[in-house]
């Protein structure tokens, strides 16, 4: 009964700011990685940036230098703070964490960055 709940986005206007969680919830041994990946409309869902338990990151290079990607283990949470949003970063954004080898999904929530 492992939950992913997704909460943080909205609606900005470009160049504004927004910081997404995702807290995990359920029966948990250990959360390996996490990552946030989005999915624009007609368009297929892409990684946006991933974080392994140990902290080490990696991010999509239309990411790279405005968003970033954090974590809290003792909270079971991911963080992705996303700065100097562009139009094109609206999407759908969807949380993952990888327990015991298989991947989980939240739901989504809306980002729309608007111009």
């Known amino acids: 009964q492992v939950q992913l709940v997704e909460s943080g986005g909205g609606l900005v206007q470009a160049g504004g700011s927004l910081r997404l969680s995702c807290v995990v919830s359920?029966?948990?041994?250990?959360?390996?990685?996490m990552a946030w990946h989005r999915q624009a409309p007609g368009k297929q869902r892409e990684v946006v940036a991933t974080i392994t338990r140990g902290g080490a990151t990696n991010y999509a290079d239309s990411v790279k230098g405005r968003f970033a990607i954090s974590r809290d283990n003792a909270k079971n949470t991911v963080y992705l703070e996303m700065n100097k949003l562009k139009s094109e970063d609206t999407a759908v954004y969807y949380c993952k964490a990888n327990i015991l080898g298989i991947d989980y999904w939240g739901q989504g929530t809306q980002v729309t960055a608007s111009s």
């Open positions: 359920g029966s948990i041994f250990s959360i390996g990685v």
